[in-house]
C-alpha cells in the first residue's frame, strides 16, 4: 500500500541553523510530490511541489527540496531558519490518475531565539 | 483572494445533533475534497468530488455525507455527531487529479 512517512515528529532548531525535514514514501510510479506548511489555527499552504523534471525544486519562503528516486525520499531544506518558521509540515504524495493523496503525520519545527 | 472559504470556523455539539460544514471555492476548481485532521494521523480524506455532479468516499467515509452543490460549493453533514467525529475539518479543491490542493483554513467541531 501507498505510504508517507515522516520519521521526525519534532525537530528543534535554532533560529539560523539549517533545516532538513525527511519524508520517505512508499509508491510503485513516478509520484506527485508535495510539502505543505501549517501554521497553528491555519490552513495547510503550498511550500513547493515535484512534478517531473529537475529534481531539485524551489519553494517559496527559502524552501527547497530534492526528489531522489533512489531513496524514496522527497526531504525539505532551508539553509537557515527564522522564527517565523515554526509550525508544523506535511509531507504528501499524490498518486497520479487519481484524486487520491496521501499525507504524511507531519513533523513540528520550533525555533529557538 | 478569498481562496476556499469554509463556515463555521468553530462548533460544539452534543452528541447525536446534527451540522453542516459549508465549503465555497472562487479558483473555479473542479475538484473538491473534505478531510479531517486528528493528532498523529495526518490529514484524512472523507469525500472527494472529482467534478460537479459527482461525489465518492475516501478513506474515513462513515457517519459523513456530502452534497456538491454546484461547481463552487461542497458540503459536509453529519447526522448524528459522535464524540469520535471530534477533529479539525478541512476543505479543499483542485483543479483535478494528482494537482495541487489548496486548502480553507479549518473548522474546529467538538463532538460532548
Known amino acids: 500500500a501507498q505510504s508517507v512517512t515522516q520519521p521526525d515528529i519534532h525537530i528543534t532548531v535554532s533560529e539560523g541553523a539549517s533545516l532538513e525535514l525527511r519524508c520517505n514514501y512508499s509508491?510503485?510510479?513516478?509520484?506527485?510530490l508535495f510539502w505543505y506548511v501549517q501554521s497553528p489555527g491555519q490552513g495547510l499552504q503550498l511550500l513547493l511541489k515535484?512534478?517531473?523534471?529537475?529534481?531539485l525544486v524551489q519553494g517559496i519562503k527559502g524552501f527547497e527540496a530534492e526528489f531522489k528516486r533512489s531513496q524514496s525520499s522527497f526531504n525539505l531544506r532551508k539553509p537557515s531558519v527564522h522564527w517565523s518558521d515554526a509550525a508544523e509540515y506535511f509531507c504528501?504524495?499524490?498518486?497520479?490518475?487519481?484524486?487520491?493523496?496521501?499525507f504524511g503525520t507531519g513533523t513540528r519545527l520550533k525555533v529557538l531565539a | 483572494n478569498a481562496g476556499v472559504t469554509q463556515t463555521p470556523k468553530f462548533q460544539v455539539l452534543k452528541t447525536g445533533q446534527s451540522m453542516t460544514l459549508q465549503c465555497a471555492q472562487d479558483m473555479n476548481h473542479n475538484s473538491m475534497y473534505w478531510y479531517r485532521q486528528d493528532p498523529g494521523m495526518g490529514l484524512r480524506l472523507i469525500y472527494y468530488?472529482?467534478?460537479?455532479?459527482?461525489?465518492d468516499k475516501g478513506e474515513v467515509p462513515n457517519g459523513y455525507n456530502v452534497s456538491r452543490l454546484n461547481k463552487r460549493e461542497f458540503s459536509l453533514r453529519l447526522e448524528s455527531a459522535a464524540p469520535s467525529q471530534t477533529s479539525v475539518y478541512f476543505c479543499?479543491?483542485?483543479?483535478?487529479?494528482?494537482?495541487?490542493?489548496?486548502f480553507g483554513e479549518g473548522s474546529w467541531l467538538t463532538v460532548v
Open positions: 504528501a504524495v499524490a498518486q497520479g490518475g487519481t484524486y487520491k493523496y496521501i
Open positions: 509508491y510503485g510510479a513516478t509520484p506527485y
Open positions: 479543499a479543491s483542485s483543479t483535478g487529479q494528482a494537482n495541487t490542493i489548496y
Open positions: 515535484y512534478f517531473s523534471g529537475d529534481t
Open positions: 468530488s472529482a467534478s460537479e455532479g459527482t461525489t
